[in-house]
């Protein structure tokens, strides 16, 4: 059956995983309801981030809202802005941290199988 809501109708749960702060999570499209995919949406608030980690599957982001930096083990920044996406690889470490005045959001896919 189709799925269609507002994503404001879905409660945000606080992330707290890998020392983030400022994080929520939506999940919209969990393991019970699709057979490949899992979808969320993500957002930091200002001066929030999600500390570096990395797993063993893959995920796709697409940035909604403002702007974050992605974070590599080295200690290197890339600016991430809205419209733009990412494509992170398996065992890749990877985090983000909000260094604006507005939150940021993004979808992040990612597959059901691995996770």
């Given amino acids: 059956m189709a799925k269609h809501f507002h994503f404001k109708k879905i409660e945000p749960t606080e992330v707290t995983a890998f020392e ?26 200002p001066g929030g ?14 940035i909604l809202s403002g702007e974050m930096f992605l974070l590599t083990n080295d200690g290197e920044k890339e600016k991430l802005v809205k419209n733009e996406f990412v494509y992170m690889p ?8 909000n260094e604006n005045e507005v939150p940021v959001s993004f979808i992040c896919m990612i597959p059901k199988k691995n996770h």
């Fill in 20 to 45: 983030s702060t400022g994080t929520n999570i939506r999940v919209f499209i969990s393991e019970e309801e699709a057979p490949n995919f899992i979808m969320r949406r993500f957002e930091i608030a």
């Fill in 90 to 97: 398996p065992n890749e470490p990877h985090g983000y941290v």
């Fill in 49 to 62: 981030k999600i500390g570096i980690h990395q797993h063993p599957w893959e995920h796709e982001m697409y």
